[in-house]
């Protein structure tokens, strides 16, 4: 299957999550994902418009989306889930309020009707299908206990978003289970993590996060899986300053989804970005796509690894004996 659609990286993928857009770049390729890029895209204005204009927080996503029905466009992806939530909460609200799409249309100083839809890339990677993406790997996950962490921008409000159950999301903890990793069930997989308050209230933000770690170590994660700069960010970012503050020794890498598919589609921690983190995933790397231990046969004999380093011993002995 392939896919033509309008990509609208944002500042965070332009920015700090460049190991996000290094990533979905890699793989989108190897899907059959063709991403076009909008020329001269602009700021959505992301978390901070809203909180000082209502127009102006409308007609910054408002001129995207204008470019990419300029361009011919049905669809538009926006995978940080600050930008694809600016994104359609403006569809939303111009679609319902015609008086304002035609202010903010003179605003922009571009015609807009409302025909593109937009993608959050949880969206798009259900839409090139998951047996599709397994189908391109050449390596699958060995059962890694991995958090799926949607963080609270993906999923709500539902009524707007119109994506995945709110309360409790499968589509990310889906593609790990087909990637042959184990999702893991917690509690807290759609909870703020602080978002951009990681500057300003630093100590509200370690609070968060260290709930966060602590919840999916508890149920055994061994690392998490994102699709949000932001939540990315603040796991990765802050999970030092989390061990220092409350004297706890967390160490779980987290990775953008696309990472994790890049992995299993055979490319590199340095093509991928991984190697950015501030979170040594190299050691969770290997253990994922180790080669498992051959169990013993049911005749009751042994073979495979164990058996081969069993072997050498067994013919010492015979030659005492």
């Given at each position: 299957?392939?896919?033509r659609?309008?990509?609208?990286p ?5 920015g ?58 049905e ?13 359609i ?37 259900q ?11 050449t ?25 995945d ?15 042959g ?20 209230r630093t ?44 004297g ?74």
């Amino acid at each position: 299957m392939s896919m033509r659609i309008a990509y609208f990286p944002g500042c965070a993928l332009e920015g700090t999550a460049q190991d996000y857009a290094l990533s979905l770049e890699a793989i989108a390729p190897k899907l059959g994902l063709q991403l076009e890029e909008l020329e001269d895209w602009n700021c959505c204005g992301a978390t901070a418009a809203h909180n000082l204009n209502h127009k102006l927080s409308l007609a910054l996503p408002a001129r995207i989306l204008a470019l990419a029905e300029r361009g011919g466009y049905e669809s538009l992806v926006a995978p940080c889930a600050a930008c694809s939530h600016r994104l359609i909460t403006t569809a939303h609200v111009l679609e319902a309020r015609k008086e304002l799409r035609q202010e903010i249309a003179g605003v922009i100083e571009l015609p807009y009707a409302g025909t593109v839809r937009v993608k959050n890339i949880l969206q798009v990677l259900q839409e090139l299908g998951v047996e599709n993406i397994v189908a391109a790997c050449t390596r699958k996950l060995t059962g890694l206990k991995i958090a799926s962490y949607y963080g609270c921008l993906l999923v709500r409000p539902p009524k707007v978003v119109k994506f995945d159950d709110p309360e409790a999301p499968q589509s990310m903890d889906r593609i790990i289970r087909a990637l042959g990793g184990t999702p893991v069930d917690w509690g807290l997989k759609t909870e703020c993590c602080g978002g951009g308050f990681s500057m300003s209230r630093t100590d509200l933000v370690c609070k968060l996060v260290r709930e966060l770690l602590d919840n999916a170590a508890s149920e055994g994660a061994e690392a998490f899986a994102v699709a949000c700069p932001m939540c990315q960010s603040n796991l990765d970012l802050r999970q030092q300053s989390v061990n220092q503050r409350y004297g706890t020794q967390f160490k779980l890498p987290a990775l953008y989804i696309t990472q994790w598919i890049g992995l299993c589609l055979g490319l590199s921690e340095r093509e991928l970005g991984i190697d950015q983190h501030f979170v040594d995933a190299h050691e969770v790397v290997g253990k994922a796509f180790a080669p498992p231990l051959t169990l013993p046969s049911p005749q009751g004999g042994e073979g495979g690894v164990r058996g081969a380093q069993k072997a050498p011993a067994a013919a010492a002995l015979a030659g005492k004996a």
